[in-house]
């Protein structure tokens, strides 16, 4: 499952404006409830599936992917320290019988004492979920729909 960042809202910008002056900035009325949509790729680059990450844009919880075990490539939407918007690329071990989670929106942290080696984190320090010991350290690229 990932909890990729929500999408989009389709909204007026001079309601964005108002709303902006009117809230003090913290718009949380730009995004939809739903989760962006994403890719999974195998490990030599191809296609495996392309995720439809909500029913509909008030559907809050990421679409449950059942997958084969093994190691895959994921892009996805996510939001980084600043709040903007980027590409997150990261590996995912799929391990048989256990659900893997990435939280790419913000707000995870790790319930109780971990090591650092033991989670997985954006460059810029934001936790995204367990790290598994092959699977490296997630990157990002700008996104082209960020402002």
């Not at 939407?77 to 995912?92: A, F, N, Y």
């Not at 004492?113 to 997630?138: K, Y």
């Amino acid at each position: 499952m990932i909890y990729s960042a929500r999408t989009p809202a389709d909204v007026d910008m001079n309601t964005v404006a108002w709303r902006w002056n009117n809230d003090f900035g913290k718009n949380t009325f730009l995004s939809e409830a739903a989760h962006s949509d994403y890719t999974i790729y195998t490990q030599n680059g191809d296609v495996f599936k392309h995720v439809r990450n909500a029913r509909n844009a008030n559907d809050d919880s990421p679409t449950v992917v059942p997958l084969p075990p093994g190691s895959y490539r994921v892009e996805a939407e996510g939001i980084d320290c600043r709040s903007d918007r980027v590409k997150v690329v990261m590996t995912v071990v799929i391990e048989p019988g256990q659900t893997t989670l990435a939280n790419l929106e913000g707000g995870w942290s790790p319930a109780g004492q971990s090591q650092e080696t033991q989670v997985a984190r954006l460059p810029c320090g934001r936790a995204i979920g367990w790290r598994a010991p092959e699977a490296g350290f997630a990157g990002i690229q700008a996104n082209s729909q960020a402002n």
